[in-house]
């Protein structure tokens, strides 16, 4: 079962915009990771990509390929 595929085609089939609300969120003083995100400098939002929601992109699919692996070791030693 192809878990990436599930996630992009029916829970996140367009990620226009996501980045601006991801910076927007934690440029928030508000935010909880305000402080480590200002020092460290981190932005989603990249002018310099063509695809500006690449980094998000790479987050979900690296978390549900995660997912897919914790399910196939679910499976294999308690016959789920």
Not at 5 to 26: A, N, Q, R
Request: proline residues 1%.
């Amino acid at each position: 079962m192809d878990y990436n595929e599930i996630c992009f085609e029916h829970f996140f089939p367009d990620l226009s915009g996501k980045v601006t609300l991801l910076d927007e969120y934690f440029n928030d003083e508000q935010c909880q990771l305000y402080h480590t995100v200002k020092h460290n400098r981190i932005k989603f939002h990249d002018d310099s990509q063509a695809n500006k929601e690449y980094l998000v992109v790479i987050v979900l699919n690296n978390s549900f390929t995660w997912i897919g692996y914790v399910i196939n070791i679910l499976k294999k030693y308690f016959s789920l």
